[in-house]
């Protein structure tokens, strides 16, 4: 019998004894940021110490320091330094998928996005972490919102975390409406002031195919700024040249303005009547009016800066008439010089044309103004 105790606790001692020398189970923190006081040889240190692998999660999107895909680079090189860790991209918002390459998401391990921070019905942004930036009219409606918009933030990502063609297709009504209404108006407004030629070339009219140019048009969807097929016009035509120049230049932007402010309108009622409807076409609907309404005012904003090809060169060149040196440099390096500063832009992380803000502000303030805030 004693025997047989020996036996029974010397295989207990051994069972023991062989679980102990197993590897203990790997925990692993995907959702690390290099904030506050930790620094990445802290994280270093406290992963070996805690036997915890970490994935380091970098911020990227609209209002952060990594915003377009030329920051990348740098901050994975740094992060790659460190082969214990996992690289993750936070894609902050829901623009994310609109700024950031598939190129450039392939360079982290894995991309993760929540529901946190996002446009709700009535046009007014949500980040659901901060009390004061929380928007709660009823509680109820709030939920399903935001259970709706993670639902169709995952609708929107195929399996790659790629944008998926629904997302485009929501922008295009905005971009082909925004670049029709802009070209029509410039064209419009040189036949009142007296010239035939944009008429004789068919542009004074809505038909969208008449405005678009198919290479202007695809660089506006992938690389976010484009352009359609200018209206052309004999300032000799025209009863007033200095005056109608700048008349037929503004046309444009502010025909982009008005359009921007009459979808406002129309989103507002649309929403008051849609108000607690969460339905898949109720948010497609919505969505698209507010694609529309900030490509509008986008358009409205780049078009107004003063330098060629855009119309905002012919107020400040009719300005220097008088001055013909400086005229004649302008208008003949003007777009050299616009296009340097594109790239400067593009490439660095020198802002030099800070549209998106300027957007939010003219879009949120008028969507405040009819009441949508």
Not at 5 to 10: G, N, P, S, V, Y
Not at 98 to 117: A, G, L, P, R
Not at 203 to 232: C, E, Y
Not at 314 to 338: A, M, V
């Amino acid at each position: 019998m004693m025997k047989l105790k020996l036996t029974f606790f010397a295989l207990i001692a051994i069972l023991l004894s062989s679980c102990n020398n197993k590897p203990e189970m790997k925990i692993t923190d995907l959702h690390v940021h290099l904030k506050g006081n930790l620094t990445i040889d802290d994280a270093v240190a406290k992963s070996a110490a805690e036997n915890i692998d970490y994935g380091i999660a970098v911020n990227c999107g609209l209002g952060f320091p990594i915003h377009k895909d030329s920051q990348i680079d740098s901050v994975v090189a740094i992060l790659r330094n460190y082969p214990q860790f996992y690289l993750a991209m936070q894609a902050e918002g829901r623009e994310w998928m609109n700024i950031f390459s598939k190129e450039s998401m392939d360079k982290f391990d894995y991309v993760f996005t929540d529901c946190m921070t996002f446009t709700d019905a009535k046009g007014r942004r949500n980040r659901i972490w901060m009390p004061d930036e929380t928007w709660i009219d009823d509680e109820q409606e709030f939920m399903d919102y935001v259970v709706s918009t993670l639902a169709k933030i995952l609708k929107d990502l195929d399996l790659n975390g790629n944008l998926a063609i629904a997302r485009i297709l929501q922008f295009l009504p905005g971009i082909i409406l925004g670049l029709t209404v802009h070209e029509f108006s410039h064209a419009w407004m040189a036949k009142k002031c007296g010239d035939s030629t944009s008429e004789q070339q068919g542009r004074v009219t809505l038909n969208p195919f008449k405005h678009i140019d198919p290479l202007g048009f695809v660089m506006l969807l992938v690389a976010g700024f484009g352009w359609a097929k200018p209206v052309q016009f004999n300032e000799q035509n025209l009863r007033n040249p200095r005056q109608d120049v700048m008349k037929i230049a503004v046309a444009g932007p502010l025909s982009n303005a008005l359009t921007a402010m009459i979808l406002s309108i129309a989103f507002s009622v649309f929403s008051r009547y849609t108000a607690g409807d969460y339905s898949n076409w109720i948010s497609i609907t919505r969505e698209v009016f507010l694609y529309a309404i900030y490509i509008n005012w986008g358009l409205f904003i780049f078009n107004l800066i003063p330098l060629p090809p855009l119309d905002g060169s012919h107020l400040l060149l009719n300005q220097f008439r008088k001055y013909p040196r400086f005229h004649e440099g302008l208008y003949k390096y003007g777009s050299y010089i616009f296009l340097g500063l594109i790239l400067v832009t593009v490439f660095t992380d020198i802002n030099l044309f800070p549209i998106w803000p300027a957007m939010q502000f003219l879009g949120n303030g008028f969507l405040s103004l009819v009441g949508y805030s």
